[in-house]
T-cell receptor
Framework: DAGVIQSPRHEVTEMGQEVTLRCKPI?????LFWYRQTMMRGLELLIY????????DSGMPEDRFSAKMPNASFSTLKIQPSEPRDSAVYFC???????????FGPGTRLTVT | GEDVEQSLFLSVREGDSSVINCTYT??????LYWYKQEPGAGLQLLTY???NMDMKQDQRLTVLLNKKDKHLSLRIADTQTGDSAIYFC????????????WGAGTKLIIKP
């Protein structure tokens, strides 16, 4: 059974460019989470979806960040325009509805120069 | 709101036991988890305990829960170099649509 799939694994971009991170959750999982991990702030929840609907986006840092989940098997996190302080590892995780157990993807390491 | 705290680093000798500690603030939390993050990888569920349990053992791993003190610990017996990782404590946020609150993670360093 494939786990959570994220792409790309690494992204290097210049300040001001648009960045799109992609996630495919585990088949059958109803909830999807986007996290950001940095040395300074640790693991932060950005947004999570339940049955493709955003439930809590209070962790999204600002309007430059947006996330979508057009169907049960795909989600994107977009940053436009990107800034150097957005450099971090972005994780996607999924879980079954009614469960607290989250399964993480390998992450996307984003570097904005 | 709920808060989870962990020490940032723990250094142990290979073959010794490692004990990673975590404290949390919400006494109504029911599900308490330990996740492991190896270098360059995502977080992986290691073990968990329910709030109605005091202890759970799984091979080299022992989880202890002191509900009165709101203290959770993970003991790794016979620590090996492969146990080098960051260990995250996470607890449920009651009535939160199944969100978890995460500790900062404890980096376990193994000395030869």
């Amino acid at each position: 059974d494939a786990g959570v799939i994220q792409s790309p694994r690494h992204e290097v971009t210049e300040m001001g460019q648009e960045v799109t991170l992609r996630c495919k959750p585990i088949s059958g999982h109803n909830s999807l989470f986007w996290y950001r991990q940095t040395m300074m702030r640790g693991l932060e929840l950005l947004i999570y979806f339940n049955n493709n609907v955003p439930i809590d986006d209070s962790g999204m840092p600002e309007d430059r960040f947006s996330a979508k989940m057009p169907n049960a098997s795909f989600s994107t996190l977009k940053i436009q325009p990107s800034e150097p302080r957005d450099s971090a590892v972005y994780f996607c995780a999924s879980s079954l509805q009614g469960s607290y157990e989250q399964y993480f993807g390998p992450g996307t390491r984003l570097t904005v120069t | 709101g709920e808060d989870v705290e962990q020490s940032l680093f723990l250094s142990v000798r290979e073959g010794d036991s490692s004990v990673i500690n975590c404290t949390y603030t919400d006494s109504s939390s029911t599900y308490l988890y330990w996740y492991k993050q190896e270098p360059g990888a995502g977080l992986q569920l290691l073990t968990y305990i329910f709030s109605n349990m005091d202890m759970k053992q799984d091979q080299r791993l022992t989880v202890l829960l002191n509900k009165k003190d709101k203290h959770l610990s993970l003991r790794i017996a016979d620590t090996q170099t492969g146990d080098s990782a960051i260990y995250f404590c996470a607890v449920d946020i009651p009535d939160s649509n199944y969100q978890l609150i995460w500790g900062a993670g404890t980096k376990l360093i193994i000395k030869p």
